[in-house]
């Protein structure tokens, strides 16, 4: 009964020409609403679009670059080869040392991001007392929003002297302070998904491995962290695309020589920090050492796509359904 | 009442949930061998009193006991009990069925694999979930995923993953309340088979199913201030054919609920 009562004030409340004339059309649409709902849907649409475009308008770009690239230096040799010299001579287009340079950086970082992160994940899904979460949790995100130039002046005027007294003999741009400070920057990303894929673990699977005489270790490890694999892997796979394709961190503490080695003391050349020495360069537009950087460009974005579609496909693959 | 020895006693136990007081001054027996039933109003405290049995209660942060209870003679909530170790003596089934996302084996060999268990853990999963009265339905597919039995076989599942660890008590809180008719049958058929071995003290709202099920029934209440409490404990036969307390006869009747 109470609703009848409500209905006719509800009605009044809206200023509407009908109630002011007695008559009240319940359900008949207005115009205004209309154009309303339709001006709406385009602007989401375009909104949307916006970054369609921008995705195809880079992809085309990279590749017709990349192409002219191409035309000159077979995809093979750029694949395969060792050496990287695209301006001094005698030329070479082997873009293996850039590949190394990226990969030995992004290694270092996840042998230090992913054990790092994912032991605050648990700490701070498992272990942390709500008090202590509000404190973490913040401190994370402020990690998390450092701009990328200032872990770099970071690695180069810090952890580089801090780590020759370890390594005296090592030089001043070096693979290993880049890919330490570089797990230390992607930290935040691996501990916060993680985190939320252990939170949306239920409770009861808690309960359950509690009621059985497990401790808080046993129940993080042997329960919540298997069922939150799919996540946690996921966030591995998003972290190593960050430091795959991160160009300020590398380009200032890493070095500028393609050098293709395992020895972290080594200065190398980041496939990135070569685009961005070559944009800043004197290189002509158009030259085939211009054109480098799309060649190099695009097998990053393939890279870094791979890596995305692995980490689809882990999420679909290891879901566990709880 | 049967005079068998007493395998869980609570004394004046008092739980608060911060400053809440969820259950007051309940004094409670289990028997060894028996199936003691908790039935009650919603609200009346019920599963907090369950669950102070195994200090499940400990995993609320903000929860407090006051009284005791003891497990063969030791209070448990003396700073020199183990609550883990307390929990591999004392096994729990909870209200919905919460199997691990692992295979139906390793559901079962959880609990002997987190104990340490040195025996054959093959055998000691065959024995559960023969106990539990699933083994025939299972023994083929022991290496698929928990979730691919249906809802009664893995409430099935979590009691015999209950009972892999030989707890001497066994904790069920309305164990089949998310279950079917067919399915509730046969866990009250289960419930019945495992009293010849363990104590079991069990929650329910279905008061059809704890004169069904248990030896001994025990009825809380709750008033106003919105703490649970005792109001009768016997004779299941008793307690439902001639209560002593008139409230316990008024809820058995459904006067109300």
């Known amino acids: 009964m109470g609703f009848e009562i409500r209905r006719p004030q509800l009605l009044a409340a809206r200023p509407s020409p009908a109630s002011a004339a007695g008559e009240a059309p319940l359900f008949k649409r207005s115009s205004s609403r209309e154009w309303e709902g339709r001006a709406a849907r385009y602007f989401f649409f375009l909104c949307a679009a916006l970054s369609i475009f921008t995705t195809v308008g880079i992809v085309v770009s990279l590749f017709s670059q990349a192409l002219a690239f191409f035309g000159e230096v077979s995809v093979w040799e750029f694949l395969t080869g060792t050496r990287w010299s695209p301006i001094l001579k005698p030329n070479s287009y082997g873009v293996l040392p850039l590949v190394g340079g990226t990969l030995l950086v992004s290694a270092l970082a996840a042998l230090v991001a992913l054990p790092l992160g994912l032991g605050t994940a648990i700490f701070l899904a498992e272990y942390a007392p709500d008090r202590l979460r509000r404190v973490i949790k913040p401190v994370l995100e402020i990690l998390a929003g450092i701009p990328t130039v200032v872990y770099g002046y970071f690695a180069l005027t810090f952890v580089t002297p801090l780590l020759q007294i370890v390594f005296p003999d090592m030089i001043v741009f070096n693979a290993l302070s880049a890919g330490l400070v570089m797990g230390i920057m992607i930290i935040p990303m691996v501990s916060s998904l993680s985190e939320d894929a252990m939170m949306a673990v239920p409770r009861s699977l808690r309960q359950a491995a509690y009621a059985l005489g497990a401790t808080r270790m046993e129940v993080s490890l042997r329960v919540v962290v298997p069922a939150a694999l799919s996540g946690i892997v996921a966030s591995f796979i998003l972290a190593i695309s960050r430091a795959i394709g991160e160009t300020m961190l590398v380009t200032i503490a890493a070095g500028a020589t393609p050098n293709l080695t395992w020895n972290p003391l080594d200065s190398i050349q980041a496939m990135t920090a070569y685009i961005v020495q070559v944009s800043l360069g004197e290189a002509a537009h158009g030259s085939l050492e211009y054109n480098t950087i799309f060649a190099v460009g695009l097998l990053l974005f393939m890279m870094t796509l791979l890596m995305s579609l692995l980490g689809q496909w882990v999420v679909h693959r290891w879901r566990e359904e709880y | 009442m049967d005079r068998r020895e007493v395998v869980l006693k609570a ?78 003596r004392i096994g729990m089934v909870f209200q919905k069925p919460n199997p ?158």
């Not at chain 2, 979930?129 to 699933?134: D, F, G, S, V």
């Not at chain 2, 025990?218 to 009768?232: K, W």
């Open chain 2, 11 to 88: 004394d004046r136990l008092r739980v608060w949930y911060g400053s809440f007081l969820a259950i007051k001054d309940v004094d409670f027996q289990a028997k060894v061998g028996m199936v003691t039933a908790l039935i009650g109003p919603s609200g009346c405290g019920k599963s907090t009193l369950l669950r102070s049995f195994n200090r499940m209660n400990d995993l609320i942060p903000s929860v407090k006991i006051g009284g005791s209870v003891e497990f063969r003679g030791r209070n448990i909530y003396d700073s020199s009990v183990d609550p883990t170790e307390l929990r591999s």
């Open chain 2, 100 to 257: 691990f996302p692992k295979s139906i084996f390793d559901n079962v060999a959880f609990g002997l694999r987190v104990n340490g268990y040195t025996g054959d853990i093959y055998e000691a999963v065959e024995r559960s979930l023969r106990q539990a009265a699933l083994w025939e339905e299972v023994k083929d597919r022991l290496n698929k995923s928990a979730f691919a039995l249906s809802g009664g076989q893995q409430q099935r599942l979590c009691i015999a993953r209950a009972l892999a660890v030989e707890p001497e008590v066994v904790l069920m809180d309305e164990p089949a309340s998310a279950l079917d008719p067919i399915a509730t049958l046969a866990i009250e058929q289960l419930i019945r088979e495992l009293s010849r071995v363990y104590t079991i003290v069990i929650v329910t709202h279905n008061m059809q199913q704890a004169a069904r099920v248990s030896d001994e029934t025990a009825f809380l209440m709750v008033d106003d201030d919105r703490a649970g409490y005792l109001v009768e404990h016997g004779d299941t036969q008793q307690i439902f054919t001639n209560p002593k307390d008139e409230r316990t006869e008024a809820y058995i009747t459904g006067r109300f609920s």
